[in-house]
């Protein structure tokens, strides 16, 4: 049973969510924050595990009765996921819907109560609680540190060389902890106003400020902001100016940027019946560095939900490479780690099918309580929790390690800079 009302404006609706497990998606004043106890919940991992996540929503949306006065995409039923990125990870894919959402689009605010229909009564409504005190992050090298990254990317040249790829994305982590009673509020708040043309996410302790987004489903419209070739900003005007102009021309970045918007567009065509993009990229301004960037538009034709969008995207070049296959198992090779939900899809879908998915860049995995990460910790007794953070690049033929480790460095700003 699902019902949205119409709601009074509330000014900082996380304040709504849990301190230690937020439910959060947020971009430029419009959110979606989930509170109260969790009504429903899937856990899958495998290769089949978005296809399997976006079965059971069919269904889940066909049995749904709700009751929505407000109708914008995010209202009525509602659920949050965060998905491993790769088919073999030991991370859980997750979808979960909570039992309250605080709405806020375009200047109008809602709140939605669901509850199970065999249940006598609905959940005590939330309360609002405020922050709790400051806290920071320690942060170090992780699994692959910079000298190793160096190694790493000079086997992903040699494996370009050797033809077996065009392209492979390397990330590398960093890993500390946290205090174990950190109000992880405050790292949302944070992101979500020093990234505000990013998409601010929280699900399942994967929190961050991803520039790019996977796919944005709308009444059978479908877009995506496609990324790839990426500088640090300059100084000044006149650097920055040098910058993009530098980007915008150079063959090794163009020809990156280039396999991430075909690996986007080919995965859309079968499902859309008109589909655009731009045939130069624009060049997005972050705080910290400079992207590439392609929307792509279109119409959906055979009734896909947001979801179905997610299976058939993931993972794009930008985070995987070209061709998929043999640059995941690339990737699987050189990497030392399970990237975990680092570069999977994270967004929320609605009772509709619409929903928005972005791709978790910029972002850090906290730990559970109780929970063994892939580095071996707990809650440690001293009273941590742990983080780890990975951030990547794309090498093609030309790629230089150390630029790529400068390039590591710069998109792990906000999430460092955010923990400090
Ligand atoms: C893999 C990451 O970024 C991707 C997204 C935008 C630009 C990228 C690049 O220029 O390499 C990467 O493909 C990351 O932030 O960890």
């Given at each position: 049973?699902?019902?949205?009302?119409?709601?009074?404006?509330?000014?900082?609706?996380?304040?709504?969510?849990s301190?230690?497990?937020?439910?959060?998606?947020?971009?430029?004043?419009?959110?979606?924050?989930?509170?109260?106890?969790?009504?429903?919940?899937?856990?899958?991992?495998?290769?089949?595990?978005?296809?399997?996540?976006?079965?059971?929503?069919?269904e889940?949306?066909a049995?749904?009765?709700?009751?929505?006065?407000?109708?914008?995409?995010?209202?009525?039923?509602?659920?949050f996921?965060?998905?491993?990125?790769?088919?073999?990870?030991?991370?859980?894919?997750?979808?979960?819907?909570?039992?309250?959402?605080?709405?806020?689009?375009?200047?109008?605010?809602?709140?939605?109560r669901?509850?199970?229909?065999?249940?006598?009564?609905?959940?005590?409504?939330?309360?609002?609680?405020?922050?709790?005190?400051?806290?920071?992050?320690?942060?170090?090298?992780?699994?692959?540190?910079?000298?190793?990254?160096g190694?790493?990317?000079?086997?992903?040249?040699?494996?370009?060389?050797?033809?077996?790829?065009?392209?492979?994305?390397?990330?590398?982590?960093?890993?500390?902890?946290?205090?174990?009673?950190?109000?992880?509020?405050?790292?949302?708040?944070?992101?979500?106003?020093?990234?505000?043309?990013?998409?601010?996410?929280?699900?399942?302790?994967?929190?961050?400020?991803?520039?790019?987004?996977?796919?944005?489903?709308?009444?059978?419209?479908?877009?995506?902001?496609?990324?790839?070739?990426?500088?640090?900003r300059?100084?000044?005007?006149?650097?920055?100016?040098?910058?993009?102009?530098?980007?915008?021309?150079?063959?090794?970045?163009?020809?990156?940027?280039?396999?991430?918007?075909?690996?986007?567009?080919?995965?859309?065509?079968?499902?859309?019946?008109a589909?655009?993009?731009?045939?130069?990229?624009?060049?997005?301004?972050?705080?910290?560095?400079?992207?590439?960037?392609?929307?792509?538009?279109?119409?959906?034709?055979?009734?896909?939900?947001?979801?179905?969008?997610?299976?058939?995207?993931?993972?794009?070049?930008?985070?995987?490479?070209?061709?998929?296959?043999?640059?995941?198992?690339?990737?699987?090779?050189?990497e030392?780690?399970?990237?975990?939900?680092?570069?999977?899809?994270v967004?929320w879908?609605?009772?509709?099918?619409?929903?928005?998915?972005?791709?978790?860049?910029?972002?850090?995995?906290?730990?559970?309580?109780?929970?063994?990460?892939?580095?071996?910790?707990?809650?440690?007794?001293?009273?941590?929790?742990?983080?780890?953070?990975?951030?990547?690049?794309?090498?093609?033929?030309?790629?230089?390690?150390?630029?790529?480790?400068?390039?590591?460095?710069?998109?792990?700003?906000?999430?460092?800079?955010?923990?400090?």
């Amino acid at each position: 049973m699902v019902e949205t009302r119409e709601a009074d404006p509330v000014e900082d609706p996380l304040l709504w969510a849990s301190r230690s497990w937020p439910l959060a998606w947020q971009r430029k004043g419009d959110m979606l924050v989930g509170a109260g106890t969790e009504i429903l919940r899937l856990d899958v991992t495998g290769p089949d595990r978005i296809a399997r996540i976006a079965a059971s929503w069919r269904e889940i949306m066909a049995a749904a009765e709700v009751d929505d006065e407000v109708r914008v995409p995010g209202t009525g039923l509602v659920a949050f996921g965060a998905f491993a990125f790769d088919d073999g990870s030991a991370q859980r894919s997750t979808l979960t819907v909570p039992s309250t959402i605080l709405g806020r689009r375009g200047g109008r605010h809602w709140i939605t109560r669901i509850r199970n229909a065999r249940a006598a009564a609905p959940d005590e409504a939330p309360q609002p609680s405020d922050y709790g005190s400051h806290w920071s992050a320690t942060l170090g090298p992780g699994r692959m540190d910079p000298a190793a990254h160096g190694d790493a990317v000079r086997e992903a040249l040699a494996a370009i060389e050797a033809g077996e790829v065009k392209k492979v994305v390397i990330a590398r982590d960093i890993a500390g902890s946290v205090p174990v009673d950190a109000d992880l509020r405050r790292l949302v708040r944070a992101l979500a106003s020093g990234y505000p043309d990013t998409w601010t996410f929280a699900v399942e302790g994967i929190i961050g400020a991803s520039p790019e987004t996977l796919v944005t489903v709308r009444g059978g419209e479908v877009t995506a902001r496609v990324l790839a070739g990426t500088r640090p900003r300059g100084a000044d005007a006149d650097e920055d100016s040098a910058i993009i102009a530098e980007l915008a021309a150079n063959p090794k970045d163009v020809d990156e940027h280039e396999y991430a918007v075909r690996s986007v567009v080919d995965a859309l065509r079968p499902h859309t019946s008109a589909l655009a993009s731009a045939e130069q990229p624009f060049t997005l301004k972050l705080p910290n560095l400079w992207h590439l960037a392609t929307d792509v538009e279109g119409t959906l034709s055979n009734g896909s939900t947001a979801l179905d969008m997610v299976r058939a995207l993931h993972p794009t070049a930008a985070v995987a490479g070209t061709p998929r296959e043999a640059a995941m198992a690339a990737i699987r090779r050189i990497e030392p780690f399970d990237r975990g939900r680092y570069a999977g899809p994270v967004g929320w879908i609605d009772g509709n099918g619409d929903g928005e998915w972005a791709i978790a860049l910029r972002c850090a995995q906290f730990g559970v309580p109780g929970e063994t990460t892939d580095r071996g910790w707990m809650i440690d007794p001293d009273g941590t929790r742990p983080v780890t953070a990975h951030a990547g690049g794309g090498i093609v033929a030309g790629s230089v390690p150390e630029a790529e480790l400068l390039e590591t460095r710069v998109k792990f700003r906000p999430i460092v800079d955010a923990l400090a």
